[in-house]
């Protein structure tokens, strides 16, 4: 089934400006990695731990690999391994959890809080910068929006609609 026949049937909606719109939306993302990631990125760590220091800077309390797996959308053996790289360079403390002995509890170290506030301090820059200048109501407008956008994406994902091999309702879509 082609993208157009997918959409609801709405002269408002244009698939091509669907497409325009999401792949700005993804650009924003890419850009807001680069701007907030730099401090960290320019000292030698990958995109995978500075999402870790970030979200236990952000979220202490999201400290298993299963929360930071769900936070930061990323698998759980890429949150592993970052998190072992990190407890190398001595920035995390892995510990057992005691209620429950297969999960692990990763917190920030001393020496990492002064790197992870100053990439917390810089994506509040970035966010304070990109956002200005729109009014408090779009803001929200947008956040729903996203919100349902990634809903929706979930459902698809777990269900008949997309069956994750290039097929959406059970008919193959054109490849780009």
């Not at 999402?51 to 949150?79: C, F, Q, R, W, Y």
């Not at 100053?118 to 956002?131: K, M």
């Not at 929006?145 to 997309?162: D, F, G, I, P, Q």
Request: glycine share 6%; with cysteine.
């Amino acid at each position: 089934m082609a993208l157009e026949e997918a959409l609801p049937q709405s002269p408002a909606i244009d698939p091509t400006n669907v497409w325009h719109a999401l792949t700005q939306v993804l650009d924003v993302g890419k850009f807001f990695r680069t701007y907030c990631y730099r401090p960290a990125l320019d000292l030698g760590f990958s995109s995978n731990e500075v999402d870790v220091l970030l979200s236990l800077k952000v979220h202490p309390e999201k400290n298993t690999v299963k929360a930071l797996s769900e936070t930061v959308h990323l698998s759980k053996g890429m949150i592993s391994q970052a998190v072992e790289s990190l407890r190398k360079k001595e920035l995390v403390t892995v510990d057992h959890d005691e209620q429950d002995r297969r999960s692990v509890l990763i917190t920030l170290s001393n020496l990492a809080h002064p790197l992870a506030e100053r990439i917390r301090e810089t994506c509040v820059c970035f966010a304070e910068t990109i956002l200005s200048g729109i009014p408090d109501e779009q803001l929200q407008t947008m956040l729903g929006a996203v919100t349902k956008l990634y809903s929706n994406k979930e459902k698809m994902k777990s269900s008949h609609v997309y069956g994750g091999d290039n097929t959406i309702g059970g008919a193959a879509t054109a490849a780009h």
